[in-house]
């Protein structure tokens, strides 16, 4: 258990007290030795007598390299600005609110643990130093960002001391916009026990009750907590970007849509789970949609929405629903797609570039062929995470798409890489038109676990592949599985080329 001094705390703050919140015992105090101390004073003085000495004899054009010696008492954090300090601190949240806005901030903040916990930042800067806890204190930008995670909390008190946070933690954000992540598993917590289930809506209804500031939010809950979302409608003027899921096991998933059907800044909206949209959602000024693909009436809606750029599809079970005609976007530059490819039959995406798939089902690819050949578009950027697909499938998929210049192909169980495909993928000048995807610039290749490729066969392709001196030359980023297993044998050559200036690094997973 670790103490903080005196100095790091302010005395008329009761919440961050001398006292550790799960051991109420005070603190033990060492007796002071004060020949000890008037010894140390003295050796610390030599040395600052010593360091001026040697200061005074160094040439004036250096001198500068020392000014903070002629103040020893000032470390050299603090000569560092406000603003640069308190961007240093921002850098310490769950993700970062300067760098990368259009970050997928739901998966961000996976397995990042409550921020209401005074283990974390933003609780933890302000029990270093005074200095530091004035900037943090003074800060509210640092205290905008809340994380819940009710899977780490297993009583009752540990729910009262989230919401005595939440509410400092809201009084601290002053005014400023709040990004929120309220994230429950889809299996039994605490939120599930109707013994502490009043706890949690005061905790959510704390968080509504400064509805005007959400800037982005996301929700992971059953629907009963959803549907408590729907009081904030009309009342989020500065929303721009929600997700919504609920948990996986909900018999009725229904419940928060109403509240965001009058968002006049939203233009990034995500619901999983749920077969119905808000009905006064205002499609033009989405730019950025996901959804679970479950009805005809959902694959309708998005007729409305020509203004989109990325749409995001999850689409389980293997049911065709035809729309009345075909569905275009003309706008729509990247598509991410998880499970049944089928509705792609429907889709007309003149301007895609970017498409992610990820995909069990066999016969499927063909349905993304039919889709790009029929819009003509140009395909950049394709990530394929494929499971028992087999190769012949996929060589016919990436024969109809020669403009990609950035590829992830991923695998990680089922049906092994074969031969066959690295072969195609292996340069020939001899015969450079039988080489798949030759204007590729970037790869990422994840290996299966047990892969049963011949290893002349696969390092010849890399070699061709990866070569500086190569025709098609492409940096490739190869993850190889790292679990409780003997390394592959390909291993090691391929850190011998990695060694002497290949295009290639080898990373584990």
């Not at 005007?212 to 929700?219: I, K, Q």
Request: net charge neutral; hydrophobic share 35%.
């Amino acid at each position: 258990m670790m103490y903080y001094p005196d100095y790091a705390y302010d005395s008329d703050d009761p919440y961050d007290s001398d006292v550790d919140q799960e051991d109420a015992r005070p603190r033990p105090k060492r007796p002071l030795d004060p020949d000890k101390i008037k010894q140390r004073l003295q050796e610390i003085d030599g040395e600052i007598w010593r360091v001026r000495y040697l200061k005074s004899s160094l040439p004036k054009p250096v001198d500068h390299v020392l000014d903070g010696v002629s103040n020893p008492s000032q470390p050299p954090i603090h000569k560092i600005s406000v603003e640069v300090v308190e961007k240093i601190f921002l850098t310490c949240l769950p993700w970062d609110l300067d760098c990368n806005p259009d970050q997928d901030l739901y998966q961000t903040a996976k397995g990042v643990n409550n921020t209401l916990d005074r283990r974390n930042a933003p609780w933890t800067l302000t029990r270093v130093c005074r200095s530091w806890r004035h900037i943090a204190l003074s800060s509210p930008r640092l205290w905008s960002c809340i994380v819940i995670h009710p899977d780490t909390v297993h009583s009752e008190i540990g729910i009262k001391i989230l919401l005595l946070f939440a509410h400092i933690l809201l009084q601290r954000s002053a005014q400023t916009p709040l990004f929120i992540r309220f994230q429950a598993s889809d299996y039994m917590n605490t939120m599930e026990r109707p013994q502490f289930q009043g706890h949690w809506f005061a905790l959510l209804d704390a968080l509504m009750d400064h509805s005007e500031r959400w800037r982005d939010v996301g929700f992971h809950l059953r629907t009963p907590f959803l549907k408590r979302l729907d009081g904030v409608k009309g009342h989020v003027p500065l929303l721009e970007k929600v997700f919504l899921r609920s948990s996986r096991d909900d018999n009725n998933p229904q419940g928060g849509l109403e509240a965001f059907s009058i968002s006049p800044a939203l233009y990034d909206f995500e619901t999983y789970g749920q077969e119905t949209l808000p009905p006064k959602l205002q499609w033009h000024r989405l730019t950025r949609f996901g959804q679970t693909l479950n009805t005809p009436a959902q694959l309708e809606a998005l007729r409305a929405a020509q203004s989109l750029l990325h749409l995001r599809i999850r689409r389980p079970g293997r049911d065709d629903f035809p729309p009345s005609s075909m569905v275009t976007l003309r706008a729509l530059h990247t598509l991410e797609v998880v499970g049944n490819l089928e509705f792609f039959k429907y889709l007309t995406l003149r301007r895609l570039h970017t498409l992610h798939i990820r995909t069990h089902i066999v016969a499927h690819l063909q349905h993304a062929v039919s889709m790009i050949h029929r819009s003509s578009c140009n395909l950049t950027t394709l990530q394929l995470f494929v499971r028992g697909v087999p190769d012949s499938d996929i060589i016919q998929f990436f024969e109809a798409i020669p403009t990609v210049t950035s590829l992830g192909l991923l695998n990680e169980i089922g049906r092994s890489f074969t031969d066959n495909l690295w072969e195609r993928f292996t340069y020939d000048p001899a015969a450079p038109g039988r080489c798949l995807l030759p204007q590729l610039k970037s790869w990422c290749l994840r290996l299966p676990m047990d892969d049963h490729a011949s290893d002349a066969v696969f390092l010849k392709m890399i070699e061709t592949r990866s070569s500086p001196n190569s025709a098609s030359s492409v940096r490739i980023r190869i993850e190889v599985y790292a679990g409780n297993r003997d390394p592959p044998s390909y291993l090691s050559p391929l850190k011998d080329m990695e060694a002497t200036g290949f295009n290639i690094s080898v990373h584990s997973y």
